[in-house]
């Protein structure tokens, strides 16, 4: 019964945290359309908050996490300043990789990287879908030269990666 009680008790830690992704990735969708700018610090520190709750959820028994989180980091900082793209899209990335890597690494790492290339693929995808619309909308063109908002693409993705958490945690 301690188990049960145990399990139950972790999923509800889990939906808090994923209510409160959810309501950060509705922020950065509507910021980045508007004024191409998002709010840093909420992605960061709810990375962390993830990666400290799929820990507890694990009891600590997996170190892919804490190498993935190491990873993540690395990677997205140097992106950050070699320009890929803004450092804002960084840190929004380094949250989305540990939601990721909380809903898959159970399947093992290749599995993780598949979904977190595939979350990205999907992303830019409906980011490009958005940029077109909303150039439709504004009356301009839509060359290489346009700065289409990122962050749109990776929200819906985000909501939808959510909802699947939650489904996993009810």
């Avoid at 209510?19 to 910021?31: D, G, Q, S, W």
Wanted: glycine share 6%; aromatic share 10%.
């Amino acid at each position: 019964m301690s188990n049960l009680s145990s399990s139950v008790q972790k999923g509800r830690v889990m939906k808090v945290v994923l209510v409160l992704v959810m309501l950060y990735a509705i922020l950065c969708f509507v910021t980045d359309l508007k004024e191409r700018k998002m709010y840093s610090l909420p992605a960061n520190v709810l990375g962390m908050v993830i990666f400290f709750v799929n820990e507890y959820l694990r009891d600590g028994e997996d170190m892919s996490l804490v190498v993935i989180l190491i990873v993540s980091f690395i990677v997205f900082r140097l992106m950050a300043k070699l320009k890929v793209w803004g450092e804002g899209d960084s840190d929004y990335l380094f949250m989305l990789t540990q939601l990721i890597a909380g809903l898959s690494i159970d399947y093992g790492v290749m599995t993780f990287l598949i979904i977190e290339l595939g979350a990205i693929a999907v992303s830019l995808t409906v980011s490009v879908i958005i940029a077109f619309i909303e150039t439709r909308v504004r009356k301009e063109k839509l060359d290489k030269h346009y700065k289409a908002a990122a962050l749109p693409g990776f929200s819906v993705v985000t909501e939808l990666l959510c909802i699947l958490c939650w489904r996993i945690y009810e």
